[in-house]
Every structure is written in C-alpha cells, then in structure tokens.
C-alpha cells in the first residue's frame, strides 16, 4: 500500500518544472496502534492492490452492483455511513492520508461494512490509470482543500481539465455530488461547472442545492460549522 509515497518520491525526482501539480500535501501525521493494526490485517480485505492495470469492479467487489466513488474521505466516516445507509451500492473510497484509511478500516471491520473498497492513492492518477471509462454511477467530493491562496489555485481538484476525466469515468446520468463550507471555493465550483457541456446542474436555479439529508456529516463539515461557515452542496448529472 506504497502507491501515494512512491508517486511522491518520484515527482521529487523529476525536474522542477515538470513536477505535476497535486491538490494535496502529503502530511506526516501519526498512526496509532489501532491504524497501524488495520493497515496490515484488513488491507487485504479491503485495499485496492497498487498494480497497474484498470480495475474489475465486479471482481473486487464480489458483485455487480453500481459504484460511487468518494475522493478524499479525510476520516472516512462519512463513507462507512453512507456505505451502511445504501448496501445496495459498492463505494470505492480515495485518500492520500494514510492514517485517515486506517481509521476508515477500523470502522469497516466494527461495523461489519462489506461494501467498500479503499485506495490510499492520488485519485487523479487512479482515475486516469485504473478507472475504466463509463463505470462510476456517482462520485462524491466533500470539502476538498479550498486552497484559499489566488497562487494555490491551481491546486484545487475541481478545475477544468479534472471535470472532464470524470465526465470520462461517469456513465451517463451518473451524480456528481460536491460540498465545501469555503463560499469562493463553492463558486469557483460552479463557473468550472458551468463551462462544462457534460454536467447538467441540478439545482433549479443553477446555483448550489439543498442539502440532502442523507449527506452524513464530516469531519471538516463540523470543524467549518465551529467556524461559522455555512455549507454548500453542489449537485450535477452527467448529460447524456
Ligand atoms: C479538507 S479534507 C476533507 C476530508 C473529508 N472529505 C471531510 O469532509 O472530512 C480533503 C481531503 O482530501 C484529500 N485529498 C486531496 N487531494 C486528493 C487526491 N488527489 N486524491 C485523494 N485524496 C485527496 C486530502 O488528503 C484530505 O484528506
């Protein structure tokens, strides 16, 4: 489960001006016991593997049922929620963190969830390498770093060129559900969005939407509600 420290050695070995821009920091963070327990034990059974090669969703999740894929669970207990909520729907979860996959397994194994895998990967670089095309029902990004700086905006996840290999990824009618308590994030959202032919906005006036009540609440949603942040929800179909 290396995949996101070697892709990390390796940009830092590329020349200065080719290194790829990435929309997180790969922080330290501590793992405790519990984490370092879960990485080892029940990686086998719920980790992607690091090989090349474009995934079988039927292989990997025992079933046929549609996917919906989560980039950057932080914690993850908004994925295991909404895992348990809907068994019906495999979720394929994304984060670099590391220690936040070790709490996301510990909580899969407590609460007995069968029907989520895990990737502790760069989700760009899985989608454009190991999802195969046309095979996501939905994908869910909660609260992705705003980078707030105007130099750091380039690393945002949500930029043009990203919306396209998702529409890429994502069968025709498949959901894509953003939130951010970061109010410029949330309209930089919506001009990239609305530059896209592929995306169908649903909110009925073209701005952000209501806040469905399953969305469980995550962490960063609490620690942005502490700060007097009002949420956005953004809500888009993939066009046929
Ligand atoms: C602000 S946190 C929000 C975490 C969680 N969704 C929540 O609401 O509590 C953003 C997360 O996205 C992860 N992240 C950023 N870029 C990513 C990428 N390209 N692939 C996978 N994870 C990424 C970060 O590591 C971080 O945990």
Redesign the pocket.
């Known amino acids: 489960m290396s995949q996101v420290s070697l892709e990390e050695e390796n940009a830092e070995s590329e020349p200065r001006g080719r290194r790829p821009v990435?929309?997180?920091v790969l922080r330290g963070g501590r793992l405790t016991d519990g984490q370092k327990r879960a990485l080892k034990e029940l990686w086998p059974q719920y980790g992607i593997p690091d090989r090349e090669g474009e995934l079988d969703f039927c292989a990997l999740f025992g079933n046929e049922h549609p996917v919906i894929m989560e980039?950057?669970?932080?914690?993850g207990d908004?994925t295991w929620r909404m895992a348990a909520q809907q068994p019906e729907k495999n979720f394929l979860g994304?984060?670099?963190?590391q220690p936040?996959v070790g709490h996301l397994l510990l909580k899969l194994e407590s609460n007995g969830i069968t029907n989520v895998r895990v990737a502790c990967a760069?989700?760009?670089e899985l989608l454009r390498g190991r999802v195969p095309d046309a095979s996501l029902e939905g994908v869910r990004i909660?609260?992705?770093?705003p980078w707030p700086k105007k130099r750091h905006h380039k690393r945002r996840?949500i930029q043009r060129d990203f919306i396209e290999l998702l529409a890429e990824k994502m069968q025709h009618g498949a959901i894509l559900h953003m939130a951010t308590d970061w109010e410029a994030y949330a309209e930089f959202m919506l001009e990239v969005m609305r530059d896209s032919r592929q995306f169908e906005n649903l909110s009925p006036h073209g701005g952000t939407y209501p806040r469905p009540e399953w969305r469980p609440q995550?962490?960063?949603?609490k620690r942005g509600e502490r700060l007097g942040h009002r949420v956005h929800d953004l809500v888009f179909r993939r066009a046929a």
Do not use: Q
Not at 71 to 75: A, D, V, W, Y
Not at 218 to 221: K, L, S
């Open positions: 990435r929309s997180f980039i950057g669970f932080g914690n908004a994304v984060e670099v963190h936040g760069d989700a760009v909660y609260f992705p770093d996840i995550t962490r960063y949603e």
